[in-house]
């Protein structure tokens, strides 16, 4: 494609990066598409609460991300062992996602021998694939979202994109890819595969009052990112045709 093709849309600067580095005789434009969280309009419209329909009894973190290892659970683990050392085991965390990755058959049960090695397995929900409404609403009723990922190709991958569209506090790896999205008083970085520095994060969003946004508020900031992805498509579009 890079080699064909006049325009190339890629989700990430890092892409574009990557693209240069390891691809030879690029022909192709490369255009890196803006970031832009936008809620669906189901998503503010649902209210339920599921807590007790997935047994979840104390305040919580969530992570939704499939078990693959790059996805990095095995230092979420560990940083949230150290954040209960620190704050008391008066938290979960709830995981979302499939749990089997194929490249890596033994990873989930390996994941699962960590948490009783830490101490945590009764304080974690893995639920595994559910509805992706239900993940919305379980997003919605927690503290924050986590992404521990290492790797991405697109800033945050889905799960922050979901929670930046939806006002959720997010607690993401400093990774290159994830540096592209902007910081503000919901995004929080920590150094990647570092415990303490999860725990540390953690344990300052917990203690952080975050004014709730208003769906008006919500909608209106997806408007304003749907509008700047649109105008990047239709430029890119006209460049390819003149």
Same mark, same amino acid.
């Given at each position: 494609?890079?080699?064909?093709? %006049?325009?190339?849309?890629?989700?990430?600067?890092?892409?574009?990066?990557?693209?240069?580095?390891?691809?030879?005789?690029?022909?192709?434009?490369?255009?890196?598409?803006?970031?832009?969280?936008?809620?669906?309009?189901?998503?503010?419209?649902?209210?339920?609460?599921?807590?007790?329909?997935?047994?979840?009894?104390?305040?919580?973190?969530? $992570? +939704?991300? &499939? *078990?693959? $290892?790059?996805?990095?659970?095995? +230092?979420?683990?560990?940083?949230?062992?150290? *954040?209960?050392?620190?704050?008391?085991?008066?938290?979960?965390?709830?995981?979302?996602?499939?749990?089997?990755?194929?490249?890596?058959?033994?990873?989930?049960?390996? #994941?699962? %021998?960590?948490?009783?090695?830490?101490?945590? !397995?009764?304080? =974690? !929900?893995?639920?595994?694939?559910?509805?992706?409404?239900? &993940?919305?609403?379980?997003?919605?009723?927690?503290?924050?979202?986590?992404?521990?990922? =290492?790797?991405?190709?697109?800033?945050?991958?889905?799960?922050?994109?979901?929670?930046?569209?939806?006002?959720?506090?997010?607690? $993401?790896?400093?990774?290159?890819?994830?540096?592209?999205?902007? !910081?503000?008083?919901?995004?929080?970085?920590?150094?990647?595969?570092?415990?303490?520095?999860?725990?540390?994060?953690?344990?300052?969003?917990?203690?952080?009052?975050?004014?709730?946004?208003?769906? &008006?508020? #919500?909608?209106?900031?997806?408007?304003?990112?749907?509008?700047?992805?649109?105008?990047?498509?239709?430029?890119?579009? &006209?460049? +390819?045709?003149?």
């Amino acid at each position: 494609m890079l080699q064909q093709a %006049d325009h190339v849309i890629v989700n990430a600067k890092a892409v574009r990066q990557d693209a240069e580095k390891f691809v030879s005789d690029i022909k192709a434009k490369i255009h890196v598409l803006p970031f832009s969280p936008s809620p669906r309009p189901i998503w503010l419209s649902e209210s339920q609460d599921l807590r007790l329909h997935y047994a979840i009894e104390k305040p919580y973190f969530i $992570i +939704s991300n &499939q *078990f693959w $290892i790059h996805k990095n659970h095995t +230092s979420a683990f560990k940083g949230f062992a150290k *954040f209960l050392e620190i704050a008391g085991k008066e938290f979960q965390l709830v995981c979302t996602g499939e749990t089997q990755d194929f490249r890596v058959p033994e990873y989930f049960a390996n #994941l699962l %021998d960590l948490a009783k090695e830490l101490g945590i !397995k009764d304080d =974690l !929900k893995i639920l595994g694939h559910i509805p992706k409404i239900d &993940q919305i609403a379980l997003l919605k009723s927690s503290i924050a979202v986590i992404q521990p990922t =290492l790797f991405e190709g697109g800033p945050g991958g889905g799960a922050s994109y979901d929670a930046i569209s939806l006002g959720k506090p997010l607690i $993401i790896s400093d990774i290159e890819v994830n540096r592209e999205i902007d !910081k503000d008083e919901r995004v929080f970085f920590f150094e990647a595969e570092n415990a303490e520095s999860l725990a540390y994060t953690m344990t300052k969003v917990a203690k952080t009052n975050f004014t709730t946004l208003t769906n &008006q508020e #919500l909608n209106s900031r997806g408007l304003k990112c749907k509008k700047l992805c649109g105008e990047f498509l239709l430029s890119v579009i &006209q460049q +390819s045709v003149s």
